[in-house]
């Protein structure tokens, strides 16, 4: 199991994934989650990958097999074309249509594995957070569904989330806003990494976190973020103090007195 977010703001994007990989209690790995692509200089990908490790290894050689063949044999992709997909990275016009071919290889993937798996009792599922921006085009977040198809971000929802992910969404829902500036929403993403680990040790670090701002097309900060890293540490340990502090200003029961000494009023917690 994994840990990966995408967060849409109008300054641009953030996206963290963590690196755990659980097979096992007795076999723990780290493989990297999140996958940059800058094909060329009109576009800039990120890619995050939850689900079977084997099928999102497949995804990302394929998708980087189509763009090294684009980039050496132009004539591949017009055969793509014609068979009604996308023949890489190179040949869309807007993201949307991007997201549809990272579905399309998914489906291929999980298709031609599902009936040795199926025998075995497993599943090779896979999921994916893609966000970017093409030249022209407004940047974007989509959420991949196992089953290739494929939801946006918006204002109203600038987040998403793959993986393990009910742990790190509570401040997620109390803060994220579009309107946040870049730094906040990366240190946000960070807070729903590290309570999602401490909750969780199917995720775990490192953790991976790029900045991407609007329009530029390239990426603006990039962070990996070890286990021993003393910032992480005090991510946590501040998170927990003012989530502390925050229960000692919670209102007081009828039956106690605040700090002042003064009762509450019964009328406080009596319905209207």
């Known amino acids: 199991m994994t840990y990966c977010l995408g967060f849409l703001m109008e300054a641009g994007l953030v996206m963290a994934s963590d690196c ?23 576009r800039l990908i990120v890619l995050l ?16 097999r189509d763009l090294d063949r684009a980039q050496t044999s132009p004539g591949e992709s017009t055969r793509a074309a014609r068979c009604g997909r996308l023949g890489s990275l190179l040949d869309a016009d807007y993201l949307f249509e991007l997201a549809d071919y990272v579905g399309q290889i998914s489906r291929e993937v999980q298709a031609e594995i599902k009936p040795a798996l199926s025998q075995a009792g497993a599943s090779g599922s896979a999921s994916f957070i893609l966000g970017g921006q093409i030249a022209g085009q407004p940047h974007g977040l989509f959420m991949i569904y196992p089953q290739g198809n494929a939801v946006m971000a918006t204002t109203e929802t600038p987040f998403l989330q793959i993986g393990e992910s009910k742990y790190g969404k509570p401040p997620l829902d109390g803060l994220a806003s579009s309107e946040m500036s870049l730094e906040d929403g990366a240190r946000l993403c960070l807070v729903s990494q590290v309570i999602t680990r401490r909750s969780n040790l199917t995720v775990g670090p490192p953790f991976d976190l790029v900045i991407m701002r609007r329009d530029e097309l390239s990426i603006a900060r990039q962070l990996r973020v070890g286990q021993d890293s003393a910032a992480l540490q005090s991510f946590l340990s501040t998170w927990v103090e003012a989530q502390r502090q925050a229960l000692e200003q919670l209102p007081r029961f009828p039956w106690e007195r605040d700090t002042g000494g003064r009762a509450p009023k019964e009328n406080d917690w009596v319905s209207a």
Not at 22 to 28: C, E, F, H, L, P
């Open 20 to 42: 755990r990989t659980n097979a096992g209690v007795d076999y723990i790995s780290s493989y990297r989650k999140m996958h940059i692509f800058r094909p060329a200089d009109d």
């Open 49 to 64: 990958a939850a689900g079977n490790l084997a099928t999102t290894q497949a995804v990302i050689n394929r998708i980087q």
